[in-house]
């Protein structure tokens, strides 16, 4: 039988940014380096198949630092911890190794700068993920409201309304986000925000490249995990620039290919935290079941490396 013609718009960037490689990295090389067992509280990043990889290296994932022995080295993820955590990691005399994304660090000390200059912070992001965990856990309880939504802007009633500022998650919504800070502006005209913008490049290029492809697409595929806020958007954003039929997806075999009849153009991307070889192994499945041409947009070129820790970098 003749498989039906399938064209495959890839975004471009997709997958991998730069401080996932340089977690993953971490975890590597501290396994190189110590030998397993290597702790790594909370995944190292949100994909299930980076973190099945490690364990199959020897890589231990935990929720908190009491799993853990004194003597075993442990690595904290991309996301960011609260302070709270390297405290008690050093009252431990724990051989800890920080893989919190560079730029999710920018954010925490652009939050100390803001509480000493006495002001109060929103932070805008999702309740109960680990980086807003993590970003709130920089500064003293009180100190940062956490605003979700465009209603919530609207309503918080901080207490002086003259010394605010905002900061975001890293990996939001970059349209929605806008909307949210236009909102705090207008209500609190001297809110002080960021020089530039917390939300990264990586969040900000996907969501790009997804725009650019999303309206030429009969459907859309994001490959990443249910708990990866930056995948999530990337499936949000494919349906507001005009592709209401998108979905997210861990793996190719998750696929029900009956989603996919009558699609002569399907869209792909990946999170930041999905492998390529998740997105290749999708076009593989596409290939045993269509006549597949693969275009691909790039929006824009990335070549940000983040170094090593010290202790690894040798
Ligand atoms: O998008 P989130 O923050 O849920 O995390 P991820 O999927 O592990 O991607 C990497 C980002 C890590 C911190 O910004
Ligand atoms: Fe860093 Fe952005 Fe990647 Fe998060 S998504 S690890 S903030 S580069």
Excluded at 77 to 91: D, T
Excluded at 97 to 105: K, Y
Excluded at 244 to 255: C, S, T
Excluded at 298 to 305: K, L, M, N, Q, T
Aim: net charge negative; aromatic share 4%.
């Amino acid at each position: 039988m003749e498989r039906p013609p399938l064209t495959i718009l890839l975004a471009a960037p997709r997958g991998f940014c730069a401080g996932v490689d340089r977690a993953i990295q971490i975890v590597e090389k501290a396994l190189e380096t110590y030998g397993a067992p290597v702790y790594v509280r909370h995944e190292i990043v949100h994909n299930r198949f980076v973190v099945e990889s490690l364990e199959a290296k020897g890589a231990v994932f935990v929720d908190e630092l009491d799993e853990v022995p004194d003597d075993a080295p442990v690595v904290f993820s991309a996301h960011g911890v609260p302070k709270s955590v390297p405290e008690e990691a050093k009252r431990r005399a724990m051989l800890y190794l920080d893989a919190t994304c560079p730029l999710v660090s920018k954010v925490h000390r652009e939050a100390e700068r803001h509480h000493a200059a006495g002001r109060h912070i929103i932070l805008i992001g999702h309740a109960g993920h680990p980086e807003v965990v993590g970003t709130m856990g920089q500064l003293p309880p009180g100190a940062v409201t956490l605003v979700e939504t465009r209603a919530e802007a609207e309503s918080v009633q901080p207490a002086d309304t003259h010394n605010l500022a905002h900061i975001t998650q890293t990996t939001l919504s970059v349209d929605d986000t806008a909307d949210i800070i236009t909102v705090l502006q207008r209500r609190f005209p001297e809110i002080q925000g960021p020089k530039r913008e917390d939300i990264c490049y990586a969040t900000t290029n996907r969501q790009q490249a997804i725009k650019a492809i999303a309206a030429q697409c009969d459907a859309v595929l994001v490959l990443g995990a249910p708990n990866s806020s930056n995948s999530v958007r990337l499936v949000e954003v494919a349906k507001s620039a005009g592709c209401p039929r998108a979905l997210l997806v861990q793996r190719a075999e998750e696929i029900d290919w009956r989603w996919l009849e009558g699609v002569g153009k399907l869209g792909v991307s990946a999170g930041a935290s999905a492998p390529e070889t998740l997105v290749e192994e999708v076009i593989a499945a596409c290939r045993e079941r269509f006549t597949v041409t693969i275009e691909e947009t790039v929006v824009s070129r990335e070549d940000v490396h983040f170094k090593l820790p010290r202790a690894l970098s040798a």
